[in-house]
Structures are given as C-alpha cells and as structure tokens.
C-alpha cells in the first residue's frame, strides 16, 4: 500500500478504474484482468480487506481521517470514482461500438485476454504437479462457464442481492466476468442496462429540477432493485476481498495458476465469431422479458471466414488487443525503472 502518489500517480489510477468499469460491463471481459495486469491487485484486495469491523468502529466513532488512512482511502475512492464516470460514459461509448461494430469489439477484447494470458504467465516459473493440476482445473471451469446456458430474468430482491454478491466476482476474480455470470443468472439487462439508465435518467431529471419520476413506480421499482443489487455488490467485494486475501497470502502460486487456466478457459466466452441465439415459442415467435427485450437462449460460436475483408479486420483488432496490454507491460516495466 502506498502512503503518498504524485499527480501523475492519481490520475493514472482514475484512468485504470475507468478501465475496469468499462470491463466490468462487457459480458466476457474481467475486470480484474484489468487490476492484475495494471499491477494493483494486490493492493485493491488488500484494500477491501480492510473495510472491516475496525474501519466501521472509526466511522462510528467520527474518527474519519483515521478510517480514511485505515482503509487506504485515497486508492480506493480514485479507483472507484473512475469506475462510476465509465459506468456513465465510456460504458456508453462500449454500448455504442457493440451496437455497430460487435465483431470488432469483441476481437479487440480477445486480443487483450491473450495478452493478459501471455503478461501473467511468462514471469510465472513455478509449474509443477500441484501448479499444472490448479491451472487444469481452472481451464476446465473457464471453459464450463463459457457454454452454461443463461437463465430466464428474475427481479426478486433475495436474488437480486445475490446477483450482486455474484456479479462483483468480475472485479475481484480475474478472467471470472461478472456481466457475464449475470447473463447466465438472465439479469444482464435488468441490472446492468435497465437500472444503470434509470439512474442516469433520474439525475439527468433533477438537475434540470424535474422531480416527476417520484409517481412513476416503474422507475421508483427499478432504482430500488439498483439499490439492493449495490448493496449485494458492496457485501461481495467485502467478504470476497477477504477469501481472496487469505488464498494470495498462504496459497499464492497455486492461485496463480488456476487464475491463468481461468482465464484461458474464459476466451470461448469473448469469442469474436459467435451469433446470438433467442429463445421462442412454439410458434418460432420471439420470446420477451419484462422489458420487453429478447431473451438470450445461448451462444453459436462458428469458424471465421478468411476470404472476408472483415475477418482480416477482426484479427487486426485481436493483434491490436495484445498490443495494448504490451503497451500496459512496457508502462509497468518503465515506472518501476
């Protein structure tokens, strides 16, 4: 944990959570990725783990610059004040490029999990019987994941808390999505879309003084569920950050490899050539969720077609993908010099 950060320092770490907002969001793609090969991970676990029983005495107690300093407090509202304006803008600029240039993004994002692969595990030098069974047993789970069928949506607020346990996985765990688990929980749209837009729309009314929302029990219901899905993401990244801390600190190479065959496993998930299948009815009439969106039945993942001009486009976006994370290798390298 680090006691002073210069300027460049702060702003770089609101830069990183944009990131892994805006990988948080995309079905697929981990935003712990983002934290374990931008060289924080560590410190964001550790960080986590220390909102606790002491840390909730210090804020009782008004001892705030204590609880600040306890908590490690300048990380983490940095970090997470990046992933709140993502979740409002670059998520929404995401959002706009899968609507139009789906196969692009997803080749980009491809690209940047195989470079994730090759940054994490070209320093790792500890394979062996018990390092080589975990990475297995990773990559099998990756890989179970990656072809589970999504489940119908569900707004019960006991799930809807769970779903928000669930979802902060994507953060804590890397190459575990948490949008993604959330589509196969089949509320990726009520939780991640619906409810975001709703509070988007919510404060864009007030600032203009516009308070009518309050008699529309639609909105009203869908900021409540919001509500409980933060608190159940809240309550996630407490007690995972704890499991996780204990695991790194007495069982960290074993950890790491089951981390690398994760997110191995996880590339069938990001896959760039894959149709969307929707379930229907006998009738082959689309099937709707409560707002009225298509409801996913799964994924058919195909082999590219490499006489088309936008095959080769996809693999440049994967190439440039692996860059970016290179570039992210050559930073690191570099700050530490």
Known sequence: MK?????????????????????????GVSGGIVAFVGGFYEEFI???????????????????????Q?????????????????????????DYFLERNE?????????????????????????GKRTISA????????????????????DNLIFIFFCGIISVSGMTLPGL??????ILLGNYVLLLVDSVNALYDSFSEIFIGDYSFIDNPTRLNTLKILAVFTAGSATGLVTLSHLLSYVLKHYRHITTAVIIGFITGSLGVVWPWKRTL?????????????????????????LPNLASSETWWAIFFIFFGVLILLGLDWYGKNRKR
């Open 70 to 94: 306890y908590t490690n407090g300048q990380f983490l509202t940095l970090l997470i004040f990046g992933m709140l304006v993502s979740y409002f803008s670059v998520s929404k600029i995401l």
């Open 177 to 182: 999505s948490g949008s993604f688990i959330l």
């Open 46 to 68: 550790y960080s986590l783990q220390k909102v606790n029983g002491k840390a909730f005495k210090l804020l009782i107690s008004g001892r705030l610059k204590s609880f600040y």
């Open 103 to 127: 196969l692009y993004v997803w080749s980009a994002f491809f690209g940047m999990i195989l470079g994730s692969i090759y940054f994490i595990g070209k320093d790792f030098g500890y394979w």
């Open 3 to 27: 006691n002073s950060r210069t300027l460049t320092d702060k702003f770089f770490l609101v830069i990183k959570g944009l990131f892994m907002g805006a990988a948080n969001k995309v079905p």
């Open 135 to 154: 990475g297995l047993i990773g990559l099998a789970i990756g890989i179970s994941i990656s072809f589970l069928s999504p489940a119908t949506q569900n």
């Open 278 to 302: 929707f379930k229907t009815d006998i009738a082959g009439n689309l099937l709707l969720d409560t707002n009225q969106n298509p409801i996913i039945k799964n994924y058919e993942r195909f």
